[in-house]
């Protein structure tokens, strides 16, 4: 049970473009969902919270503009990158939480590379 | 502010020997404790948490870890080391958000290498 999954798994596209990341919970009802970004050999860094039906709460120093949430459905969060450039090249993990006092559950992660 | 530390950023072990990887905490209040675990290019595994009770939690895949409010511990262990335990371990407290979410922060890692 508990299970989380992330969609795409890799992406490789060109810079200025928008790339769409999907997190799904696909057995549990996610009222909570978060959206971390993780550089090459460091530790995760929690980048929004997102609870379905709300806007996003982005952590200090995270462009709000530049990283765009929806969590139209308790089961599906999007994270879009929008006009992506090589410094947002990085590995991005989302988890999800039935109730906000319980264990987070992760996703695979997507591996962007922008060239 | 909540903060946790993992002082290893690498642990050898020889396969069949006992492991721990080390992670202290700074909270205020009582601690909730975290340990996952991620394989290469893909996301956190859940193995174990200390909420209340006893202090020696059992988790996934043989692991255990020892809560020592005293010395604010939360060691990672497992008796016996295989060479698939090889992975990159997180050791995390949670945090409440002023909106009420509930936070995980992470500590840097510790890479936990098993050689056969």
């Known amino acids: 049970g508990a299970v989380v999954s992330q969609h795409p798994s890799w992406v490789i596209c060109k810079s200025g473009t928008s790339v769409k990341i999907e997190c799904r919970s696909l057995?549990?009802?996610?009222?909570?969902m978060f959206w971390y970004r993780q550089f090459p050999k460091q530790s995760l860094m929690l980048m929004a919270t997102?609870?379905?039906?709300?806007?996003?709460?982005?952590e200090q120093g995270v462009e709000k503009d530049k990283f765009l949430i929806n969590h139209a459905s308790l089961t599906l969060s999007t994270l879009t990158v929008t006009s992506a450039h090589p410094e947002d090249s990085s590995f991005y993990i989302c988890?999800?939480?039935?109730?906000?006092?319980?264990?987070?559950?992760f996703g695979d992660g997507t591996r962007l590379s922008i060239l | 502010a909540q903060s946790v530390a993992q002082p290893e950023d690498q642990v050898n072990v020889a396969e069949g020997n006992p492991l721990t990887v080390k992670c202290t905490y700074s909270?205020?209040?009582?601690?909730?404790l975290f340990w996952y675990v991620q394989y290469p290019n893909r996301g956190l595994q859940f193995l174990l948490k200390?909420?209340?009770?006893?202090?020696l939690v059992k988790g996934s895949y043989g692991f255990e870890a020892e809560f020592n409010k005293s010395q604010t511990s939360f060691h990672l262990k497992k008796p016996s080391a295989l060479v698939s335990d090889s992975a990159l371990y997180f050791c995390?407290?949670?945090?409440?958000?002023?909106?009420?979410?509930?936070?995980?922060?992470f500590g840097a890692g510790t890479r936990l290498a098993v050689h056969p």
């Open positions: 057995d549990f009802q996610a009222t909570t």
């Open positions: 909270v205020s209040g009582n601690p909730y």
């Open positions: 200390y909420i209340t009770g006893d202090n």
């Open positions: 997102s609870n379905e039906g709300s806007k996003a709460t982005y």
């Open positions: 988890s999800a939480s039935q109730f906000s006092n319980q264990p987070q559950h």
């Open positions: 995390a407290v949670r945090r409440l958000s002023s909106g009420g979410y509930n936070k995980l922060i």
